[in-house]
């Protein structure tokens, strides 16, 4: 009786931790503030249930609540926990003069993203001074096939990358200008090659576009991507060789800057992408 109390205890306290973890996760995506009843309807759990995660994780500073607008939103800790991610791949802090390079050179927001664990994570960004600009959440992800930064980095690793990385659910429709097909997204890698950056050419959302090139590690494995983001009626096609060799230019010069600073550990930096055993494929093969 002891060891099935035990164990139902166990799975109570896991589902509240992933039922925490998921509210922060909404909180994230508007800054402005939730209302309770607005969380409860999306994330499907009752107003008590999520009041009650809310309060602890407001114990923890995780969350705060703004009584004078009712409005729920994630804390400072939250901040500082996120942030720490950023400092333990050591891309952020020099990488930020150079974004702020690229920003004044291009006018537009530029952004850094880290590759892991099959997805590109922004984790840092300057932004455009014009009034209106593209911008993307900071510890969003951003798309291996819809996005600028996803074809820099997917132009970077090996063939045998690309059936291993790209599954038929990244090959879908957001805009008309969309990759849809393989074949389409060989060919513009072939294309990033060749021309030292990748371009999203409206194909994630509609009139934004975006620029970017890969970032190396000191073994020049690639680790990231640099980009530049704007709305489609300014970064015309007409700007974006100009664009393309700026953004090419930066990621080259972060990527000397960590060849020249890797620590003792030889590995300051994420992981370089390495082929999935076949027990690794056919787990991704049965989930598609």
Not at 90 to 106: S, V
Not at 137 to 154: E, F, H, T
Request: charged share 20%; hydrophobic share 40%.
């Amino acid at each position: 009786m002891g060891k099935g109390l035990e164990a139902t205890d166990h799975r109570h306290s896991v589902q509240s931790v992933s039922r925490a973890m998921m509210l922060l996760e909404t909180l994230a995506e508007d800054g402005a503030g939730w209302r309770l009843k607005d969380l409860a309807r999306r994330s499907g759990l009752s107003p008590s249930t999520v009041h009650r995660l809310l309060t602890t994780l407001e114990q923890r500073r995780f969350v705060q609540f703004d009584s004078q607008n009712a409005l729920w939103s994630v804390g400072r800790q939250a901040f500082s926990v996120g942030s720490a991610y950023g400092r333990r791949q050591n891309l952020l802090a020099p990488a930020l003069p150079i974004l702020r390079d690229l920003r004044d050179q291009t006018h537009e927001t530029a952004n850094l993203g880290v590759f892991e664990d099959r997805s590109i994570t922004v984790i840092g960004q300057v932004e455009s001074r014009e009034i209106m600009r593209a911008i993307t959440r900071l510890g969003g992800a951003v798309p291996l096939v819809g996005s600028a930064m996803g074809k820099a980095v997917l132009a970077s690793l090996p063939d045998e990358a690309l059936e291993v990385l790209v599954s038929r659910k990244d090959l879908r429709a957001m805009t008309p200008h969309s990759i849809v097909a393989m074949e389409q997204l060989r060919t513009r890698l072939v294309q990033v090659r060749a021309d030292g950056f990748a371009v999203d050419d409206e194909e994630h959302h509609s009139g934004l576009r975006c620029v970017a090139s890969p970032v190396v590690n000191h073994l020049g494995d690639v680790v990231g991507a640099i980009s530049v983001s704007g709305l489609a009626i300014r970064l015309t096609p007409t700007r974006i060789a100009a664009t393309g060799a700026l953004t090419a230019q930066a990621g080259r010069r972060l990527s000397s800057l960590f060849s020249s600073s890797a620590d003792a550990s030889g590995a300051p930096f994420p992981a370089a992408w390495k082929p999935p055993s076949s027990d690794e494929r056919t787990v991704r093969h049965l989930s598609e």
